[in-house]
């Protein structure tokens, strides 16, 4: 089965992958593997890193490449999770060339939350664990609680650069809300809970799936 999760920014879209990941699934993550390039400097990286540190989308030409290139190294028998892609409708119809979406799942949460999470989010620059200076702080005074590295807000975590995302998703990316209903596809969630409970509503939409297969 291959799901993508849609949503805002920072509604946790990355953090219910790693979930999903945990119990076997392929989590493909569009924003790490050009966080990665970008991080070593590669051509990729050179090519991208202005659009990421500003909050813009990448080009789509680059980012389908990014992609077909990435399912091309894994198991395409396996289960799939997409964060982080697709962000408009011209990369939804280059998804459908590449592999079969059977669900969408729509992690809805409203701005103001939003950017209340990202200005609290950090991250460890060297094992990539997620912290929240409100709600998962780290034991120890900004320090990785797994590689005792000093934690990071990514750039893109700024308000200025989150509030430029998040006029780029309502006008770039909500329109496939419609997009995927209109498909079928949309299954919604309310991802205004704590992480346990946002999961337990994908748990029971994908064992729900599963039974009608
Ligand atoms: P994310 O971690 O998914 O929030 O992605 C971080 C940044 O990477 C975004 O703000 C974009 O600059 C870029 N990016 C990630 N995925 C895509 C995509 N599917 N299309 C265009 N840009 C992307």
């Not at 990421?52 to 396996?78: M, T």
């Not at 280059?94 to 991250?123: P, S």
């Not at 990514?154 to 006008?171: A, C, P, Q, S, T």
Request: glycine share 8%; net charge neutral.
């Amino acid at each position: 089965m291959n799901i993508v999760i849609l949503g805002p920014p920072g509604v946790g879209k990355g953090t219910q992958a790693v979930r999903l990941a945990q119990m076997g699934w392929i989590h493909i993550s569009t924003g790490d593997i050009l966080r990665e390039s970008i991080e070593k400097g590669d051509t990729l990286g050179n090519k991208v890193a202005q659009y990421v540190h500003r909050g813009e989308l990448v080009p789509n030409h680059l980012i389908v490449e990014v992609l077909k290139q990435k399912l091309q190294e894994i198991d395409c028998n396996s289960n799939i999770v997409l964060d982080g892609f697709p962000r408009n409708v011209e990369q939804a119809r280059a998804l459908e060339g590449l592999i079969k979406v059977d669900k969408v799942l729509y992690l809805k949460c409203d701005d103001e939350q939003i950017i209340k999470r990202l200005t609290a989010r950090r991250i460890c620059p060297r094992c990539g664990e997620v912290y929240n200076i409100i709600t998962k702080p780290p034991s120890d005074n900004m320090r990785c609680d797994k590689c005792g590295s000093s934690l990071i807000q990514r750039e893109d975590d700024r308000e200025d650069v989150i509030r430029k995302r998040l006029e780029v998703y309502h006008r770039e990316t909500a329109p496939l809300v419609e997009y995927y209903r209109r498909n079928g596809l949309l299954e919604e969630i309310d991802a205004t809970g704590t992480i346990d409970e946002v999961f337990d509503q994908i748990r029971e939409k994908i064992e729900e799936w599963a039974k009608r297969k």
